[in-house]
């Protein structure tokens, strides 16, 4: 039996490809920058998280206290710079998904995907590429 583990990346994906759309009028775009920025956190999130977990001791608790976690084992890899954006995703992520007050710009879905994509690509020149 082969087992198949869901590819974080593919969150990246469906961001790219939400961003891209041309909602129909019953749809409201902030909630389409709202998602890809959710997705595109989530991604590098998961990304890291499962890029840690093969090459450390990395025992994650599934519980909000995974996300400093992981940009503290970020920082200790030399990825200072890529826990720093991943902090700002999640600063991202954060306003989208609970500030609706805020204005969330489809300027912030196309930050956030070209943040995300330099994050993984900074991880994936550290020790290989976890892509399938």
Known sequence: MILRMFTPLSFLDLAEYLYGLSPPPNIN??????????????????????????????NTTYSSRDHSIIRDLLVRRGLITAANILKYLRDMRNDADYDLAKDITEDNALDAINYAKKVVNMIRESNGDMRP
């Open 29 to 58: 775009r902030e909630a389409i920058w709202r998602t890809v920025i959710h997705n595109t956190y989530y991604s590098v999130f998961l990304y890291a998280r499962e890029f840690l977990k093969q090459r450390t001791s990395l």
